[in-house]
């Protein structure tokens, strides 16, 4: 097997998933000044440092997703953060988009952009270390949204963003979300899901990428936000497993979810939920991003005496969510949290 289908394969490993703590700068420094930490490069590191270094979290979590930023910086000690995360056996990634743009003719809708000189940021990266990337694509559901020309455009871009990582030998994180804003119900998010992965793989296809090696991240097929009726978990996930199965190749190791918003233990639940349904042709796992790092966020609150229990706090939800992806969640394991 090829190190790029290794490296993808070991991303998916069973019982384990990947943290998202890539947060571009602007979004970060939003999130912290939130919690009350007033934003910098500085609190930026400390915040990442305290993630990265968490015990134990090496039991639950493949690999790690970092910005431009973070990659550069070190944690405490000065070992830089890919070689900080490689040495517990955790693979470090990259986000390597530049973020969602108006999308020209549809300039409520967005296209992701950073192709241009992708290559050779790709490069670099690889030479620091980075074992996979990460570009998202953003699809908002609305009043004619989303259109063909915006699902078009961020699945081309989705597919050669992926092209360019294999050939950088880089395994790609391919993420297409449709996003939960809305009062739509959970049956336009199944069929804007569904032509949403239709056209990325055709994209993904058409621009030679090999689907052994890359994994999927894609959300959940749930209600949206505003939405009055609410599905039950066994909804969610019968809706979620139907549309992979009727639009993801079964030659894709692993399909990661990222959490979209959903408050963290639902998104745990959601996950054990689909595991319920037995077995299917990829690995379900997990890609989270606030469902895994809010309550640690909200514990830390840049304090350094407070450093211990975000830890606990990250490494509880971490466990939970690898217990989910294993198919041995149960809300048994919540009061550890205490
Ligand atoms: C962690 O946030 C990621 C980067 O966001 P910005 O570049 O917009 O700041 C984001 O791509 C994230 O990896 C995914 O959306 C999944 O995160 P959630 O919180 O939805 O699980």
């Known amino acids: ?6 490296t993808a394969r070991a991303l998916v490993a069973p019982g384990k998933g990947i943290l998202a703590a890539d947060e571009s700068v ?3 420094s939003k999130r912290l000044e939130a919690a009350g930490v007033p934003a910098s490069p500085q609190t930026r590191r400390a915040y990442r440092d305290l993630l990265v270094t968490t015990p134990g ?8 997703i970092l910005c431009d930023e973070t990659l550069r910086q070190s944690v405490a000690g000065g070992t830089p953060f890919p070689r900080a995360c490689a040495a517990r056996g955790i693979v470090p990634g990259i986000k390597v988009d530049t973020g969602a743009k108006p999308l020209a003719g549809n300039p409520e809708e967005s296209v992701t952009e950073g192709l241009d000189g992708l290559r050779e940021r790709l490069e670099e990266y690889a030479e620091m270390g980075a074992g996979f990337a990460k570009w998202r694509g953003v699809i908002t559901i609305g009043d004619g949204q989303p259109t063909r020309s915006c699902l078009v455009a961020n699945a081309h871009a989705l597919a050669r963003y992926a092209a360019l990582c294999q050939e950088a030998g880089i395994v790609p994180i391919v993420e297409p979300e449709v996003l939960m804003d809305g009062d739509h119900g959970i049956e336009r998010c199944a069929a804007v899901s569904a032509d949403a992965l239709h056209t990325v793989f055709a994209q993904l296809i058409e621009q030679g990428v090999a689907l052994e090696s ?5 959300n959940m097929i749930v209600a949206g936000k505003g ?3 609410q599905p039950s978990a066994a909804q969610v996930a019968a809706a979620t497993v139907g549309v992979l199965r009727r639009t993801v190749p079964a030659a894709v190791p692993g399909v990661a979810f990222l959490s979209g918003g959903q408050p963290p233990a639902v998104a745990t639940v959601h996950l054990q939920a689909m595991h319920a349904l037995g077995p299917q042709p990829w690995v379900l796992t997990f890609s989270f991003g606030r469902a895994l790092v809010d309550p640690a966020l909200a514990a830390w609150r840049g304090e350094p005496g407070n450093v211990e229990l975000a830890q606990d706090t990250l490494a ?3 466990r939970c969510n690898a217990a989910a992806a294993a198919g041995r969640y149960s809300d ?4 550890a949290a205490a």
């Open 1 to 6: 097997m090829d190190q790029l289908t290794q």
């Open 26 to 28: 602007g979004t970060m």
């Open 57 to 64: 979290l090496d039991e639950s979590i493949s690999g790690v």
């Open 214 to 218: 890359m994994v999927l991240k894609p």
């Open 227 to 229: 939405c009055c009726e």
């Open 316 to 318: 509880h939800r971490a």
């Open 332 to 335: 048994e394991l919540e009061p």
